[in-house]
């Protein structure tokens, strides 16, 4: 039996040796946050960093006039909708009244587009058709700030490509992007690069960035039917307009897939033009004698 007074010299003890112990002794606090750049996050932002560079803003300074097709295939949808009063009464004499002002402004465009491109080579890059769509000329702002003239080398409106060249670099180009040579498999992890379009804050500041923005998704299906000259991918990383012709990436930073359009509505859905699609199409390009190639 522990007498009482030994009792209490035991406690104070132990009080003792608690209290004057070596801070240096003490287990270090356990921290539950992650440290930053581990893991997935390190490659995405390693991958944002060697691919941007290949990105670049196409601007489109359009022809003054319209080519004589889209005209009359605008004036076609102007009279089919002043026909047909449904779904909604309230906008037909807004149809109505958009055939003659169709027929006096239609031919006319005095307006500038952007989207995106990528270099495939060293003085190569692809975009969408519709980018570089009634184009007179186009330029391109670089990852770093350089401003280039670009040249139209190729269309092809069916698959919604082209191919662009820079005529001369005054410093190193960027190192360009490889298209994947394997399919793309429903459930990859997916990132888009390009310059969407970006809205003003009060005071007209600009919430565009100095590079192209980057977001991720993954793919929702693969080989979709959307009634064009090739099948699509869809993918739920967000595209904005500004976006179109800029890569859609795979975890290697290999491309998979060139952004083209978004659903119409609340679905939110993102679609590309497939990788190997995009490698036919340059390779027929490549492959072709110069004066035929554009």
Not at 266 to 288: G, K, M
Request: charged share 15%; proline share 9%.
């Amino acid at each position: 039996m522990i007498r009482p007074p030994l009792l209490l010299a035991s406690l104070l003890a132990l009080v003792c040796v608690a209290g004057c112990a070596s801070p240096g002794a003490a287990p270090p606090a356990q921290s539950g946050v992650a440290p930053l750049l581990s893991g997935l996050s390190a490659q995405i932002a390693s991958l944002a960093a060697h691919a941007s560079p290949a990105v670049v803003q196409v601007t489109n300074e359009h022809q003054v006039l319209h080519p004589a097709g889209d005209y009359f295939a605008g004036l076609g949808q102007r009279l089919l909708g002043a026909v047909k009063p449904l779904p909604a009464y309230w906008e037909y004499p807004l149809k109505v009244l958009a055939v003659p002002l169709y027929l006096i402004f239609g031919a006319f465009d005095l307006s500038t587009s952007h989207g995106s491109a990528f270099f495939v080579g060293s003085d190569l890059l692809l975009t969408n058709a519709h980018v570089v769509e009634n184009a007179a000329t186009l330029s391109a702002s670089l990852h770093d700030g350089r401003e280039v003239t670009l040249v139209l080398e190729h269309v092809d409106e069916a698959l919604d490509l082209a191919v662009l060249r820079v005529p001369t670099f005054e410093s190193e180009p960027p190192t360009p992007l490889s298209l994947r040579a394997s399919r793309a498999v429903t459930g990859e992890v997916v990132f888009a690069l390009g310059y969407p379009r970006k809205a003003r804050l009060a005071g007209g500041r600009s919430l565009a960035p100095p590079g192209p923005t980057l977001t991720a998704g993954v793919l929702s299906a693969v080989d979709l039917d959307l009634g064009g000259a090739c099948r699509h991918l869809e993918t739920d990383a967000t595209l904005n307009p500004g976006n179109s012709g800029g890569p859609l990436l795979d975890l290697e930073g290999n491309v998979v897939g060139i952004s083209t359009m978004v659903a119409r509505g609340d679905t939110r859905a993102s679609y590309a033009i497939p990788a190997e699609v995009v490698r036919h199409y340059l390779q027929a390009f490549l492959d072709a004698p110069t004066p035929d190639r554009r």
